[in-house]
């Protein structure tokens, strides 16, 4: 069985063909869709394995126009090889979180409650102040494995947020980003999911966390789209982002 990642298939494929069309620095890619149709992988599978691309030097991002072959010479590294794509990292916390959410609300406790309302409260202060801090974030979907009273799955949550936080391709799709009022949608969902816990409701809880990683999914895939004309973050100085 092979060890890579499937990103790193796609983008392999993506290369050859480059090599195959003879594409010399400033042609542009084919868009996104077209690769996705062409190789018979998904969209996601494509950013990540251009995301990839682009840290290695092999394509740059232009605003609102798409993927263009760098005039650089790529310099793939060891540790790029074994990074962890954004969209399959997300896929992983949408299985195990929302299962753990469905079982904390079946032990949750009156300060796990009044701890998550705590917590909700400041991510709610720090948006309306527009306070680039988001611990609150990580605290919450933390708070919600120590409710299950089973200090493994604690430690299963905090390694996905780990494996994020190391990860140089999180932070390059997320340095894609630069629209903020997606926050706010979020902590709606991080509501929704609290209101489950304090309803001792395990299915609406599960539900809940379910829906609320596939929002993150999609919003990330819409606001990092550089195929998209809208798309004009690198106008932008980067900022830290959570999800």
Do not use: C
């Amino acid at each position: 069985m092979s060890d890579r990642r499937q990103y790193q298939d796609v983008a392999r494929s993506i290369r050859q063909i480059i090599r195959d069309e003879s594409l010399q620095a400033g042609d542009r890619l084919p868009p996104e869709r077209g690769l996705s149709e062409r190789l018979g992988v998904s969209r996601s599978l494509v950013r990540e394995a251009l995301i990839l691309l682009e840290i290695e030097g092999a394509v740059e991002v232009r605003k609102g126009s798409g993927v263009y072959i760098s005039d650089t010479p790529p310099a793939a590294s060891q540790q790029m090889r074994d990074d962890i794509g954004p969209f399959e990292l997300l896929q992983a916390r949408q299985l195990i979180e929302s299962d753990i959410a469905g079982f904390a609300a079946r032990m949750v406790t009156k300060n796990d409650i009044m701890r998550l309302r705590d917590i909700l409260a400041k991510e709610r202060a720090d948006m309306e102040s527009a306070d680039p801090d988001y611990s609150g974030d990580r605290a919450f979907h933390r708070q919600i494995a120590e409710a299950t009273q089973n200090s493994v799955l604690v430690d299963v949550v905090e390694e996905l947020w780990a494996k994020r936080e190391q990860s140089p391709m999180w932070a390059r799709l997320h340095n894609r980003i630069f629209e903020t009022t997606y926050r706010r949608a979020w902590l709606d969902d991080h509501q929704a999911i609290l209101t489950a816990l304090q309803a001792r409701n395990p299915e609406q809880a599960q539900t809940a966390m379910w829906q609320h990683l596939g929002n993150v999914r999609d919003t990330l895939m819409t606001l990092s789209d550089v195929d998209d004309p809208a798309f004009d973050g690198y106008l932008f100085q980067p900022v830290s982002r959570s999800a």
